[in-house]
């Protein structure tokens, strides 16, 4: 059941956290895509590591260099993902190989699940390694990255059973006890398997998605315009005050942008008006932040069109140095 598309499995792998996570902040180490040690994918399930390291919001990723280039008497990658210190407000996700890495070494530990006793495990089992000391317990954003990053794991290379997530302690033949909670204690990786089989995916921020989908980059854009426009008293000033020609043609489809916009809005507000959150006031909450966002644009278009027409109004008086002046 293993899956060998090492490039398209990672990709899947990411998506899914994303659908389960949206805040999830997802790096990417250049070369990613060939990286490895040599070996064919053959993934059917994950390994959760520590790095031993100590890190902090402040230096959250200190074996970045060691996970890509290896370390005496191991030679890198030694995981296909990573995860540096985070907050459960912005957690991070690090991609450093899609192809096979040095992590899990040989399988046969006290307790393999369904994943296959074998001398050769690397292909077999994706690695995430948690970089923090292990002899503490992971930051609250950490643990929420392993929890999505299992139940993505599972889902894409391991047929949807969680089972196939396992701790480098579980599966190790040579004593390793990560993922830790305090020195020489591993965490509960039965209570950690079912907590990250029960997640549910976060429900999306109307809010940021209106931000995402450039509804505020047009108005800044189209404010922008408004601007410049004003500067602009005779066609000299075209030069003269805003360093370069300036294109009235932008403003006078301006109006048009600002329909696009409002149809983001709506679309945005229609959105939201279809989430089933679980919970019902924060759902309400939300549709009222985008109901003031849309009268907020409402007010804004008028601006623009007001704006749009003195431009237009001097166009027509001042004329355009190309064609002259607009009868």
């Not at 503490?136 to 950490?142: D, F, I, S, T």
């Not at 509960?188 to 089989?197: E, I, L, S």
């Not at 403003?251 to 989430?275: D, F, G, P, S």
Request: aromatic content about 6%; overall charge neutral; charged content about 20%.
């Amino acid at each position: 059941m293993g899956r060998r598309d090492a490039v398209q499995v990672i990709l899947e792998v990411v998506a899914e956290c994303r659908r389960l996570e949206p805040r999830l902040i997802v790096s990417y180490e250049p070369g990613w895509e060939t990286r490895g040690n040599g070996t064919s994918a053959n993934y059917e399930g994950g390994i959760v590591h520590h790095t031993a390291s100590a890190s902090s919001l402040t230096r959250p990723f200190p074996t970045q260099t060691i996970l890509r280039d290896g370390r005496v008497g191991l030679s890198g990658p030694l995981c296909n993902f990573a995860g540096p210190a985070c907050t459960v407000d912005a957690p991070r996700l690090h991609v450093m190989s899609a192809n096979p890495a040095n992590h899990a070494g040989a399988s046969g530990g006290k307790s393999m699940g369904p994943l296959p006793v074998t001398s050769l495990f690397n292909p077999r089992v994706l690695g995430l390694e948690i970089d923090y000391a292990g002899s503490v317990p992971m930051l609250a954003g950490q643990l929420r990255v392993a929890h999505v990053w299992a139940k993505a794991a599972a889902k894409v290379v391991g047929g949807g059973d969680i089972n196939r997530v396992r701790a480098h302690a579980e599966t190790s033949v040579t004593g390793k006890w990560d993922v830790g909670y305090a020195n020489g204690k591993t965490y509960d990786m039965a209570a950690f398997r079912r907590d990250a089989a029960n997640l549910t995916a976060t429900p999306p921020d109307p809010l940021g998605e209106i931000i995402d989908m450039a509804w505020y980059r047009d108005r800044e854009d189209f404010e922008n315009m408004m601007n410049r426009a004003a500067m602009c008293r005779t066609p000299a000033d075209r030069v003269s005050k805003t360093g370069g020609d300036w294109p009235y043609d932008r403003i006078a489809n301006a109006e048009a942008h600002a329909r696009a916009a409002a149809q983001t809005a709506a679309e945005v507000k229609a959105a939201v008006a279809k989430l089933s959150a679980p919970a019902p006031a924060a759902a309400a909450a939300d549709a009222a932040t985008v109901a003031a966002a849309l009268a907020q644009d409402r007010e804004f278009i008028a601006a623009l069109a007001e704006a749009t027409a003195i431009a237009m109004d001097r166009r027509a008086r001042d004329g355009d140095p190309a064609t002259g002046p607009v009868s």
